[in-house]
């Protein structure tokens, strides 16, 4: 909670609009909605610049319906909703009809956010199996009213691909790399570039990758210094995160 | 064994009310009924307060059918099965009828247990998706007869949800915290409560959460002195040690 | 923090006595003392009955001899620093000349603190090479006010040791249970007793222990219910649960 | 390949009854029967007293078939096939029409050995859900013939179960424990004959088991001297061993 | 190697001011410097505003002069050289007289770098402990000319302190978290300020910590969106990181 | 990029018949064909001797069928698909309805390519269950233009059945090594011939072969000298590593 | 404890020798000295045919002088140490000065034990490095009254090494096989002897082998059945476990 | 042992020249040296081309000694001891008085070896840390009798710099890539060259490399096809398959 509200409410105790007992209830409650079994943080809106998303693995149709409602009545604008399948997309449109649900990156989105930047987020996939994830960072970075550039498999083992794109990439402010298997496509972009390099993980590879692990542990390792590692297969993650970086 | 009734036959045996062989054989088999594929503690009741719990993974129906009755003969009030699928249950039933079927807990419970405390265990989940293993705890606990308070969906990305509930949690006597991803909830509750806090991970996460390994490890290392850590999604491990602290 | 001191700093603001402004330093600065490289916490005492502990390791002696110098002006009755080697305790005793050395258990204590209750806790060794960290709970134990029984050497390999021993153990309100190698010491302790199991895994092994990993599965992994499990080697939070447990 | 084989093959080709092309051809094709996908031991029989067995998993019903059929045709009394589905029982009745299906534990028998010794071997469970495990082991003694005593659901959390049937297992040559969980089971019955252990990690348990590793690794690191630890959930590889130790 | 140098080099070769083979050559030899054993990479400072870094683990301190003389030749401004003990320290020394050597965190900085922007990263950590690592981070910012606020020790086993001092990191552009055990601190400093979140995982802890595996994965496992990983121990890599944000 | 290529487009700008805005734009794009969702390689037949091949695992069907389609239009001697299913399967015939698919390697390839040499390689396997990966091998080098000879289930449990194979594989310049459960077969051969060995886990074993890991670890630390490992049940890419070897 | 120490003293409460109290405190007491950080198992000598043997690690000089003082006074003629350094070695002088260092195993030995029977265990290592491990197992067998076959060096990748040997191996009755790298010397006994074989697997070999890891998997998965494994490193537990197979 | 030596004894048993028993005999002994400790391999020249090569590690200096005296005296041309320290070099010396040490790879050389083909093998190594591995692969190919052309410190965070240098590389038969952290440069030069590629993942690295795991995952998992991948830090392994290569 900043610091702002505080004072604020304290002001409030002060010049005597406010009890004690109103003002420590309304820093607890002011802020979230209690459903139960969630409760909607309806401050994120004002700490982050968009509300909260709905992360919808392990909710019930019926909680992410209820979810859904109480943030699209507080925020009817734009909604994300991340690892939905078609039973969460439904849950999402009986609340809003115009929800659209994309099947690869598993998002489900409501309306739209207008880019408050000029500044473009580069998504740069190794292979063409790396593109869900990477459509989950790019579409989320979309509703988050960022520009996006798409340059997908470009991986290491033809590098003159990745020349050959070198230069859209190279304009962009903030990359994200999705990359598999070995993930070296982040060393090498990040030796490349001169902006912050996002890396994303991904599970797609054969035995030994270990779910993913392969990758994590390389992008951890990258002798290119100032790249910043995302979880497995965090496509919503690195998009944020290059969120957090434009809106600073 | 407890060293009281290791007397109490020896002096059967001093006295001459109990032959040598009759005391060893007694010893032996009194406490337990063998079904074969199964040894069902009946003396768990007497060790506990509360009668053998019927573990359902990797046991048949049949199995299931036959230790339930086993139990409901001797210890008529109240009986848990847990990890416990739709057939689980119907076999439960069959001995049973009354039995209820707590889904997404995967809990089988019959019966009721009076309250045998006023102290109250709080649950608390750092999401939604926790609350499955959360409900597990929180079921159990009442079977036990242990008053509870459940505080879900309070985790640390929005800190003043937590804030906001911390009176309700810091009159409880016990704390039960379960979180997946990186559970730092158990450290950030540890922090605030004099409470003993038992941390239960749960494998809800992206890739990196390996099944759970990243919020139990994260739990094991809590900053927090006094965090006591269960197995990863087991709800009924941690009422348990609840039922334990308040029952010494 | 508590909501009643909120709850009194807000009244003050209230009435006049305190401007908000004021409110809100104090809020921050009020129960931690800024050296810099530490912020000691001298707002544990009130909010756990004991100040804070220093955890020596990775501290220089210049910064042990600040914190112990800073804790002891404002809670000069006792005083514990874990993970000491021979310069800390220097460090420490710069500060409280009566400061002891539990070499074994890399412990300096200052001070005594009376037994706040009758109720005792066992502290319970598989072996005799897991002694150094069932030390480190004992004496933070007594440090706290907290009565320790030990039984020491009683692993499951002679099985016999722990039976002669249960005695002692039953009649505690908590066993705190400390063993390396496979840390079957906790699972047949936790099914003979009723009381609430802590479960300390300890580095003491060959090969495929990988440094506590072994024990601290099996622990985790317990057929037994109700036992909760503490980080590998860390006798002092197992300690601290048990107080915890004994003190709400 | 054994000496004595060798030695008069060699007396073979001094007397001229064998050239050394043949001698070299023989040493290598006389003792197994090419299938293209298989090279069938024929030789094992010598070498271990029982033909070779049908390990199903990654082998087609077509391939299952005529392994079975070159077996059967060199061994027409008894014959053994394990991880054995349904599909794989069918290929094998192609052959053997008397085959038998035990579900539980996927093996397929045919025919019978008789006892060769009058040692038994016990197999002791810690849980119900561990029987399947175990039946693999006594159901393969069987069929070796060797005796068998099973002895299950007797783990350390009701200790009293144990010794009331240690009498049954105190009489065996070879004692098999199986057990999940933390596989504590291995160390107290190491601690409590003098009997071999061979102990079977299984699969069986909560999260942090991690598929039977943290069976396995409690196994290794038993605090009981002399147990011998096979891989999870292999009873087949268990009753080998025992048979090993029987007839050597 | 950017696209504006080649452009240059072929306009070059198009109006024959550059021979084709010189221009193949001048592509390959221009930008870094043949010692053998290292080839130093004078391109750095173009493409990254800083001249390559000298990591000295492995590498003799004769090498580490001769790198240092090729950089400190080219680029006499500034220089630092990571992971430095003694010796490297010397190694130094030998070129740049001047040469500082921060020996908690291992660094020789040579030179210094005006600030090239007003906006601040803060250097945040759970412990004392974790210093070492946050010294890297904040000396290697102020080389690149980043102004740095330091907050240290600020764990959430006391959320005060982080509370108190939220002020001063919520008005900085990048927040830089260090810690280690379960490393929750960068969840919740995640969770409060809207700025880019970089996490550093530090070593310290107790046996399940694995060396910081514990507060990496927790770290990339962070309910609150948007923070971004680096290696264990790693300040360095993370002052890059936050350098690369703010040149964007 | 080779440097060839290089010079002969610097030349061709010497020249004047290339502008160098083109040459730049040549250098990039030449090689490749952009389908938004792949970079199809097609300078990848000059560099390699043979086209790009699919790898199928998380492309979609109709991102299949356009890739095969841009490598048949320019390459319609020869394609190998990997990893596929059905469905890829189909995906490919829309193309060449020739395509032939080998469902236990998942492989579909379409036209021949003549052996380009005499040299052989091996392709040994340790168990039946080992061949899908094996026949993954044996196809690509058979489309790659190299001989094949196969050598399976001549595990080291039955060793007579390797020796009197140890003629045919000693033969060979290349021997490929498949075996799952502890891989041991691979010391084994690499001791006993002296051409090159390639060593590929496969994920065949029971639980503690932990999908491959048994066996990789197994082949990295092979006592025989001169063993190169490949990915967990990677035929595909032992076989190109053979076929790098026969090309060099 | 066995059944007919039980009964002996039950009978001697039946007729009145002994008191019922006494009898409780007899089964606790009888068996074992209490030194305070020791339980000294003189029970043991009658469950195993052997006394407790000491392990020194973690033990201090001074406690296992007492511990050696009570076994030596109650069994004065063989008395074992394990992972004894010099300074164990003088502590277990002090009370039995003929006590023999074995330098490379840590073994200290005290006395002689006749051989107890002529079938021979052969201890079988991969390498020379081996040793130190295997000397371990030989030394503990010759204490234990067992015959010892060393073969030493023939590890898999001179295969002839092994089958030059293999007679002496086949002669055995047990087969102790001490490998590190990919310990695929006990698959390949396995594969070549009938009698049982334990494994233990060594800590020796380059990075990948992870402290023995490697060849613990390998073992645990070997292809040859009726392989029982002992930790890492633990030539005294196979000793054991051999002693057990010769003494049922 | 190679077929033709098998018929030549056996035509000369077949002839006379040559009894059953001592045919027998000269199969097992001929080929090996038995010192207790160690059987030296003397055939190993015969079936690879060089004698069996001294690794140190675990050995003592007198076995190395006696190990180097046996090979010398059969081959007194050229001899290689690996992980050699100061005790092993003088070791060695004792023999070889003109033995060299190689202090940085750990290698001890004596004699020469003139070259065997004219086929080059490139060395290259992502940074100057990782030339100890690769000195360790490049001496022993020298040894061997092959060309080496060493390229260092080539690491693709200066991609430019591989490129300035993949002339050289692409001229050799054979790539042999020693990385540390992530391993990257496997992958891009595998994608850049024909020839085949050896991988040798280092240690080198910051905590989360896990001593060299994340470099040799990465290498497993190069989305290159056709990179060999070797024990972490084991550059003699490469080089003796590079040898093997070119030896075929």
């Known amino acids: 909670m900043d610091k702002n509200t505080l004072l604020e409410i304290l002001k409030g105790v002060e010049g005597g609009a406010i009890s004690p007992d109103e003002a420590a209830s309304k820093l607890s409650t002011l802020s979230y909605e209690n459903l139960e079994f969630a409760n909607v943080d309806h ?13 919808c693995e392990g909710k019930s149709p019926h909680q992410i319906t209820a979810i859904a409602n109480s943030l699209w009545t507080k925020s009817p604008t734009a909604l994300i909703a991340t690892r939905a399948n078609k039973d969460a997309f439904d849950a999402v449109r009986n609340v809003c009809p115009n929800a659209v649900y994309h099947q690869a990156s598993r998002l489900v989105t ?8 000029e500044e473009t987020v580069a998504v740069v996939t190794a292979g063409t199996a ?58 090498v972009v ?9 890396a ?35 496509g919503f993650g690195a998009a944020w995160l290059a969120y957090r970086i434009l809106k600073k």
């Open 43 to 55: 401050h994120r809106a004002l700490r982050t610049g968009f509300p909260e998303v709905i992360y």
């Open 110 to 117: 409501v309306g739209e956010t207008p880019a408050f930047t």
């Open 130 to 187: 790396d593109i869900a994830v990477a459509e989950e960072a790019a579409i989320t970075l979309t509703m988050l009213g960022v520009p996006v550039e798409r340059v997908y498999d470009v991986g290491v083992a033809g590098l003159h691909r990745l020349i050959g794109n070198l230069d859209k990439i190279a304009k962009c402010s903030v990359v994200i790399v999705v990359a598999g298997m070995e993930g070296a496509l982040a060393s």
């Open 190 to 198: 990040g030796g490349l570039v001169s902006a912050p390099v996002i």
């Open 200 to 234: 994303v993980p991904t599970s797609i590879g054969y035995g030994a990758s270990f779910g993913g692990l392969a990758a994590l542990l390389s992008m951890l390792n990258s002798c290119a210094s100032g790249v910043g590692v995302c979880n497995i297969d965090n």
